[in-house]
T-cell receptor
């Protein structure tokens, strides 16, 4: 069965500094990987996805993620954090194009002004 | 990006009554819709997958008779919580994709409070 691990419950970063939100996955075959962001009392917004191709994926709001097959990781990154990036971030995996999406437990990102 | 709309955004109902939550894909036809439940400060728990015109596939531990899912058209899926109890109070989120493999878009969620 597929699973997703987000080892950090919360990440604190000073505004302007680079940020990384970690994600590792466990799935057989070639995974479909996603990052979503959730603001308080709201649904999820799609940030980016990796299916195939270049390991570095660029997404919305200046975010990017790097797929590392050997480490089974898909960490979310941004070169310069903004206070408005403060939110709950979910990593998700899909075993194949027809399968359900499984979410990690989420990481709360807190950008300090 | 694609828009998925949920209605109502929040609802309060009495114990023992039923409540329906709608999920609509506004600018695309959704062959598959997913229903999730999220408890405070926790991740999303997949409840069921619904495919247009067929019965929903429920995840293990989810009562299909309590959480009725209908996906009667390519733009609408409904979740009905029957005989609601306070423990059913939660944030319910739907998502939809146009075709298998496409990006999945999420609704804004619906807060259900059972009193």
């Amino acid at each position: 069965a597929q699973s997703v691990a987000q080892p950090e419950d919360q990440v604190n970063v000073a505004e302007g500094n680079p940020l990384t939100v970690k994600c590792t996955y466990s799935v057989s075959g070639n995974p479909y990987l996603f990052w979503y962001v959730q603001y308080p009392n709201r649904g999820l917004q799609f940030l980016l996805k990796y299916i195939t191709g270049d390991n570095l994926v660029k997404g919305s709001y200046g975010f990017e993620a790097e797929f590392n097959k050997s480490q089974t990781s898909f960490h979310l990154k941004k070169p310069s954090a903004l206070v408005s990036d403060s939110a709950l971030y979910f990593c998700a995996v899909r075993r194949n194009r027809d399968d359900k999406i499984i979410f990690g437990k989420g990481t709360r990102l807190h950008i300090l002004p | 990006g694609a828009v998925v709309s949920q209605h109502p955004s929040w609802v309060i109902c009495k114990s023992g009554t039923s409540v329906k939550i709608e999920c609509r894909s506004l600018d695309f036809q959704a062959t598959t819709m997913f229903w999730y439940r999220q408890f405070p400060k926790q991740s999303l728990m997949l409840m069921a997958t619904s495919n247009e015109g067929s019965k929903a596939t429920y995840e293990q531990g989810v009562e299909k008779d309590k959480f009725l899912i209908n996906h009667a058209s390519l733009t609408l899926s409904t979740l009905t919580v029957t005989s609601a109890h306070p423990e059913d109070s939660s944030f319910y989120i739907c998502s939809a994709s146009q075709r298998p493999g496409n990006t999945i878009y999420f609704g804004e969620g619906s807060w259900l409070t059972v009193v």
